[in-house]
Antibody
């Protein structure tokens, strides 16, 4: 079955960087976009961006431009999200999510059909 | 791109039906039929319940249904069960550089 397994919780100081991994199994990583979404404590979701694991192409939300980098290593079926210049407002659970495809046409279906378990990032002095 | 607007909470008794609204703009909810809904239990990852406004993924109960009118989408849960108690979030693909926007979330309580 499709599974996305993320790296463990992180504690960072303001100004530092963090890199979160997302390992895919049960499907071909290169066939589906991977998105990164975060959820601050007690809050809703915020879309950060996506990567096309096939060619490495990325789209980032404007508010994260210059601070976020998404990458992948297809040899180990893993996607990564690195966030730099961390501040306390970045404290959140970070999720990777797979963007689904329609069964018959294989076109991208604009929804997230599988999610990682989440990675808690705490930014604190 | 602002978050989509959902009621903070909705409640109902077992067996009843409830509806959660999700209001956006013509740039997101009203633009295309790419509205999806997610269920999130405390401390868990979200689960896809509805996509393309009204389609159910395999394995999701028929008690969950979706609809849309203009800039407002809705999720209806019929025959409410204790296991439906969770937070629900809508999401929409957008025509902006922020490709996806989420709703503010609705806490569903089964009385």
């Amino acid at each position: 079955q499709v599974q996305l397994v993320q790296s463990g919780a992180e504690v960072k100081k303001p100004g530092a960087s963090v890199k979160v991994s997302c390992k895919a199994s049960g499907y071909t990583l290169t066939g589906y976009y991977i998105h990164w979404v975060r959820q601050a404590p007690g809050q809703g979701f915020e879309w950060m961006g996506r990567i096309n694991p096939d060619n490495g192409g990325t789209n980032y939300a404007q508010q994260f431009q210059g601070r976020v980098t998404m990458a992948r290593d297809t040899s180990i079926r893993t996607a990564y999200m690195e966030l730099s210049r961390l501040r306390s407002a970045d404290t959140a659970v970070y999720y990777c999510a797979r963007e689904g495809r329609y069964s018959f046409t294989d076109r991208v279906a604009h929804m997230f059909d599988s999610w990682g378990q989440g990675t808690l990032l705490t930014v604190s002095t | 791109q602002s978050a989509l607007t959902q009621p903070a909470s909705v409640s109902g008794s077992p067996g009843q039906s409830i509806t959660i609204s999700c209001t956006g703009t013509s740039s997101d909810v009203g633009g295309d039929n790419y509205v999806s809904w997610y269920q999130q239990h405390p401390g868990k990852a979200p689960k896809l319940m509805i996509y393309d406004v009204n389609k159910r993924p395999s394995g999701v109960s028929h008690r969950f249904s979706g609809s849309k009118s203009a800039n407002t989408a809705s999720l209806t849960i019929s025959g409410l069960q204790a296991e439906d108690e969770a937070d629900y979030y809508c999401s929409s693909y957008t025509s902006s550089s922020i490709l996806y926007v989420f709703g503010t979330g609705t806490q569903v309580t089964v009385l």
